[in-house]
């Protein structure tokens, strides 16, 4: 039986097929909407704070020039420094150590926020936008067949709960770009960053957590509530900041100093008003320190023709004759062998006064004469008084040994600077009225060859100052004419010279001529105890009085007197040190575990904690993460050393390291000494005693916020400026405030930023000066 058509049925089953296919439609799209909603929310995630160790295959977010990947372990900077909460104070100056400066107001700061913030971000579970995703999958696989308007309100809500995401991601976005703005990292590195195979990045721009954590400097403590002292500075800072990442390069209005001394200006041995003022310069004071009462902010003029310094070791034997246009001690001492100046070279024959034949063999021939000296051994740490363009000291490196070498700026010209430009340590320093900015007992041989001081005179007041540099049981080369010949004048200052002696209770060890350089030396040994002191018929030259500190050594007047010796099994001095190159590595024998260090805890840990920190930050960032050339890299400094760890974390690289500590820091130079290394004591709102262009690299840890409290930093910046070279290094840690000012300050002087980073308010930074200089000179002269 056949059926006709039914016209209501037809109906709906076109009702119900368009019903179907609009249900279908919908659902289509809504998995499509929720798909694309996937791909673009899974780009952004929570960002997860927790310590690297909970998180390893997280990478820190940064952003880069060049768009290549700095990494480093997240949370190491929040150990390193809780804002201003550890700045470093006074405080550990009455705990552990001196300062230099005793009179420096002692400025103590409080803690606001004790709690690391890593401790209080703990790292998040899964993603949130996982979980959701998880929840949305469910809901779209749902019964496709169900009511039109169920899956109208699905999709509804879907695209609802997507816009609300959209949102909360469009806000995310907005806090990892401020994330990424607080650590920013600017970098020109040509070298790949090598990882290994867990992908960990090898190379850190800070240490990890439990290393940097040494980095805190004991402060006094107010529990958890800060003071409004500490609330204000903060502010102040903050606000100071703000304004500064918005300086125009424009404000610092950089000129060249108008200054007689021109390319080679030295601040405080230039200044020709002070100079001029003096009563007397018969004991050298016109050849001391004089500094202007604001430090100059003006850029010292490069020399015509100057170019990039010869590397070493070839730069031992040659430099560029116009980075150092001088060629009267070419013309006074070329036949004595100190310097000569050979087509657009000055080549340096490697003699001296005392040693016309070589300084290797004059080396080889002090060690004969008294095997004990041992050199790069026993005997590691020398002063040369007088010494030229420092051949001696730049020989003595093939034996291991460091040697400060130091010579006033005087009519030998430039000859510290020869010294400097050849890649070998050294200081422009006189003996006149003040002690020399050394501690006392810290030299285990100090050396005077013809270096024209006249040791006899006025109670042998500048002899006796060798006597405080010179370590107990150490040895004094003087190699003079006085030793070795007969002349009236020459007698008659010897004999001055062995009763002067006798009577310090220094032992004639011997007197050796040298067949070769037709000179002679002789050795005198320094007494290891009291005994001869007391057994002497006269107290001359005098004991100085028991309050006397052997140590304190910035513009201090010169005493002619003797300081007892130290007998007391732990205290320093009292024992020689370790053999080279073990003392190093170890904490002195002298600091125990009732002395606080530096950083707050018991001094041999202090000791050891910092060194191994600063192994940790020179491998993992420094040799391998900054694109410094470290072949070219010969003269460095480190502007606030501490104990001596980044330059002893150096000790494998062809460099040496001037480690200075600041006047009103805790006094840890003895420290640096023993462990074989040397340094001076500064002020850097002074100008340092070198000429210009003499640093490779100069490295400042937690310095320039310090000076800001006390001297302009566009001063300091210009020192700074001032004895790096052309093409030298400036690396910086310290507060993100203190490091914008710095960056701001750098790009006004034309120098390449290499690196920037910033996270937690600590920041790290890496500069290279350029050639440029201001055409604009100073409309008067300071000098």
């Given amino acids: 039986m056949a059926f006709g058509k039914n016209p ?17 439609l919908v659902v289509f799209v809504a998995l499509c909407l929720v798909g694309v909603w996937m791909m673009t929310s899974s780009a952004v995630v929570p960002i997860d704070m927790s310590p690297s160790e909970d998180r390893p295959e997280q990478k820190e977010q940064i952003t880069e020039t060049n768009s290549r990947p700095f990494e480093d372990s997240s949370g190491d900077v929040t150990d390193t420094t809780n804002g201003d909460s550890d700045a470093p104070t ?12 005793p009179d420096e107001e002692v400025r103590e700061e409080t803690n606001p926020n004790p709690i690391k913030e890593n401790q209080e971000t703990k790292s998040e579970p899964e993603s949130e936008n996982s979980e959701e995703k998880k929840d949305e999958g469910g809901e779209t696989n749902g019964d496709t067949n169900g009511d039109a308007k169920d899956a109208e309100t699905t999709n509804t809500e879907q695209q609802q709960e997507q816009s609300e995401e959209e949102k909360k991601n469009t806000e995310s976005e907005g806090g990892v770009q401020e994330e990424k703005k607080e650590g920013q990292i600017e970098e020109k590195v040509e070298e790949k960053n090598t990882e290994d195979n867990s992908g960990e990045s090898k190379n850190e721009v800070f240490p990890d957590g439990a290393q940097s954590e040494i980095l805190k400097e004991t402060t006094m403590q107010n529990g958890s509530f800060s003071t409004q002292s500490a609330e204000s500075k903060k502010e102040k800072e903050v606000q100071a900041a703000s304004s500064g990442g918005q300086t125009n390069n424009n404000v610092y209005n950089w000129k060249l100093c108008n200054v007689i001394a021109g390319p080679d200006y030295i601040p405080c041995l230039d200044n020709v008003a002070a100079i001029k003022k003096l009563h007397s310069t018969k004991h050298y004071e016109h050849r001391e320190r004089h500094c202007p009462e604001e430090g100059p902010t003006c850029l010292v003029p490069l020399p015509e023709g100057y170019r990039r310094r010869i590397d070493w070791p070839k730069s031992r034997d040659k430099i560029w004759y116009f980075n150092v246009p001088h060629v009267k001690l070419a013309e006074v001492k070329g036949h004595q062998n100190w310097v000569k100046v050979t087509g657009e070279y000055l080549t340096f024959p490697g003699g001296g006064t005392q040693f016309k034949h070589g300084a290797l063999h004059y080396i080889d021939f002090i060690q004969d004469s008294v095997p004990d000296i041992s050199w790069g ?37 430039a000859q510290v600077q020869f010294a400097l430009e050849r890649g070998i340590p050294a200081v422009s320093a006189v003996m006149g009225t003040k002690r020399l900015p050394f501690p006392g007992r810290v030299f285990d041989v100090v050396h005077c060859a013809r270096c024209r001081v006249p040791w006899h005179i006025e109670g042998g007041t500048l002899l006796l100052e060798l006597n405080r540099l010179l370590r107990p ?9 006085p030793v070795y010949q007969k002349l009236p004048e020459d007698v ?11 009577s310090m209770c220094w032992d004639l060890v011997t007197i050796k001529r040298d067949a070769v350089n037709q000179v002679g030396a002789a050795i005198f040994k320094k007494p290891m105890s009291n005994e001869c002191y007391e057994k002497r018929k006269q107290n001359e030259p005098p004991l100085c009085q028991s309050s006397d500190d052997a140590n304190a050594a910035w513009n201090v007047p010169l005493q002619a007197c003797m300081h007892k010796l130290p007998m007391g099994a732990s205290e320093r001095g009292s024992r020689w040190p370790e053999q080279w190159p073990e003392r190093l590595d170890k904490a002195p024998y ?5 002395q606080v260090g530096v950083y707050g805890k018991a001094a041999p840990q202090d000791f050891m904690e910092d060194y191994e920190h600063w192994k940790h930050v020179v491998s993992k960032s420094y040799l391998n993460g900054m694109g410094i050339n470290w072949s070219t890299v010969r003269n460095v400094m480190d502007m606030r050393a501490v104990y001596g760890g980044f330059a002893a974390a150096l000790k494998d690289l062809k460099v040496w390291v001037m480690n200075v500590v600041s006047v009103d820091a805790p006094d840890t130079l003895p420290i640096i000494y023993e462990r074989g290394l040397f340094g001076i004591y500064h002020d850097w709102c002074e100008s340092f005693n070198t000429y210009p262009r003499t640093y490779d690299l100069l490295h400042a840890d937690h310095l320039f916020s310090k000076l800001s409290k006390r001297c302009k930093l566009t001063s300091v910046m210009a020192e700074v400026d001032r004895i790096l070279r052309p093409e030298g290094k400036l690396i910086v840690r310290d507060k993100v405030a203190t490091i914008t000012e710095l960056e701001n300050m750098a790009r006004s002087l034309q120098w390449e930023v290499r690196m920037t980073y910033s996270k937690d308010n600590e920041g790290l930074l890496c500069v290279q000066k350029s050639m440029w200089r201001p055409k604009e000179l100073e409309s008067s002269s300071i000098a």
Avoid at 95 to 101: A, H, I, L
């Fill in 8 to 24: 209501r049925m037809d109906n709906r089953r076109s009702s119900s097929s368009s019903y179907c296919s609009t249900v279908t």
């Fill in 473 to 481: 049981g150490g040895y004094f080369v003087w190699s003079a004419t």
């Fill in 492 to 502: 008659g200052i010897w004999e001055a010279m062995k009763a002067l002696t006798k």
């Fill in 590 to 594: 002298w600091l125990n575990s009732s």
């Fill in 377 to 413: 051994k026993r005997s590691r740490v020398i002063l040369d008084v007088g010494c030229g363009v420092a051949s001696l000291g730049g020989y003595l490196f093939e034996r291991d040994v460091l040697t400060m070498s130091f010579a006033p700026k005087d009519e030998h010209e």
């Fill in 90 to 101: 006074d405080e550990t100056d009455k705990k552990g150590f001196q300062t230099q400066n």
